[in-house]
């Protein structure tokens, strides 16, 4: 007999077409890390010594990448994101876009874009449209810095042949104080003629990242900074019923800009939202501590699908249940999650 939705206990798991937990929020986007290998060692993602390299065979092939989303699409699932690491030095990305573009779903993918121009044609033929930069700082010295790498003038490149060949581009930008800060209005300056949308992201806390709000720009302060710049220039634009992010332009700008606020105000209430990572578990949050391991399951020949809808019913109201700020900032519970390049971003 199905439990009541109000019992905390159970998900009503023979409802096979939609994911919901017991906040009745529908999660019908799904996101898939495809590797925990980078190219760049982006300080905020990735710890400074690395990250253990782990056997080949503890992570998804191309093969199960599909079968899971497969089962996902069953489920509901509309949108999928791919991300990782980056999900481009994966030898088999080319294979994998190809195949879950077959799927009835809207294929997008978050990139650091060094390799963007090495894939762009199987993104055309493959009807993917939406694709997600990573690009912290509009100055050269800055970008290597907190990379830890130099490809900025690549990366650049291959934005512009994005917006060219008339990609949705959504530039991200992780606001660290007292390093990027000082670059909010020009990088809305550089949307006047460009069709991008600008994302600042309010800075998150992961394993070994250093996480210190200290080093945090709030939703607030970003506002700020644009309003005192363009005052009643700037427009706030109807944000999409699952927006995770806050969005606006600015009079008679091409692109549009927009602020990520998980720390200081969260968006979970209207979250549709699930992870898959490059090995094969569901995180029902980006901030849970907790996971379900899909991967094992399957190739034992299980049916994954109840524990599916097992781990997202068991979804926590806010931030993995880190519902104030006192909370998030407490190490103790923020730092019991992964680094965000083995999550997935």
């Known amino acids: 007999?199905?439990?009541?939705?109000?019992?905390?206990?159970?998900?009503?798991?023979?409802?096979?077409?939609?994911?919901?937990?017991?906040?009745?929020?529908?999660?019908?986007?799904?996101?898939?890390?495809?590797?925990?290998?980078?190219?760049?060692?982006?300080?905020?993602?990735?710890?400074?010594?690395?990250?253990?390299?782990?056997?080949?065979?503890?992570?998804?092939?191309?093969?199960?990448?599909?079968?899971?989303?497969?089962?996902?699409?069953?489920?509901?699932?509309?949108?999928?994101?791919?991300?990782?690491?980056?999900?481009?030095?994966?030898?088999?990305?080319?294979?994998?876009?190809?195949?879950?573009?077959?799927?009835?779903?809207?294929?997008?993918?978050?990139?650091?874009?060094?390799?963007?121009?090495?894939?762009?044609?199987?993104?055309k033929s493959c009807g993917l449209k939406s694709i997600n930069v990573s690009l912290d700082s509009l100055k050269k010295e800055k970008f290597n810095t907190i990379t830890r790498r130099d490809y900025f003038d690549k990366v650049m490149s291959n934005i512009n042949l994005l917006m060219k060949n008339n990609f949705h581009v959504k530039i991200n930008a992780v606001m660290i104080k007292g390093f990027n800060d000082d670059e909010i209005c020009d990088l809305v300056e550089w949307m006047r003629d460009k069709n991008i949308h600008v994302r600042f992201i309010e800075f998150m806390p992961f394993d070994g990242n250093k996480w210190d709000w200290s080093k945090g720009i709030s939703f607030k302060e970003i506002m700020t900074k644009i309003e005192s710049r363009y005052g009643e220039n700037v427009v706030k634009l109807e944000d999409g019923k699952n927006d995770t992010a806050k969005n606006y332009s600015i009079k008679n700008y091409k692109g549009t800009f927009a602020i990520i606020s998980s720390v200081t105000n969260p968006f979970c209430d209207t979250c549709n939202r699930m992870r898959l990572t490059a090995d094969g578990k569901i995180k029902n949050c980006l901030f849970s501590g907790t996971e379900t391991d899909l991967l094992s399951a399957m190739r034992n020949g299980e049916d994954i699908v109840p524990m599916i809808l097992e781990s997202i019913w068991n979804k926590k109201a806010v931030r993995g249940g880190m519902e104030s700020f006192e909370d998030f900032s407490d190490s103790s519970q923020n730092q019991k999650n992964r680094s965000m390049v083995a999550i997935g971003g």
């Open 1 to 123: 007999m199905n439990k009541s939705s109000t019992d905390n206990q159970s998900p009503i798991i023979d409802n096979r077409s939609q994911i919901k937990d017991q906040f009745n929020r529908v999660h019908d986007y799904l996101r898939i890390s495809l590797t925990e290998r980078c190219n760049l060692r982006c300080s905020y993602c990735m710890p400074a010594e690395g990250i253990q390299l782990r056997p080949r065979s503890e992570f998804m092939t191309a093969e199960e990448v599909i079968k899971m989303s497969k089962i996902f699409v069953s489920l509901g699932v509309k949108k999928i994101r791919l991300t990782g690491g980056e999900p481009l030095v994966r030898k088999d990305a080319e294979e994998i876009i190809t195949g879950l573009s077959q799927l009835p779903v809207e294929l997008a993918i978050s990139t650091n874009g060094i390799l963007v121009d090495k894939y762009i044609d199987t993104f």
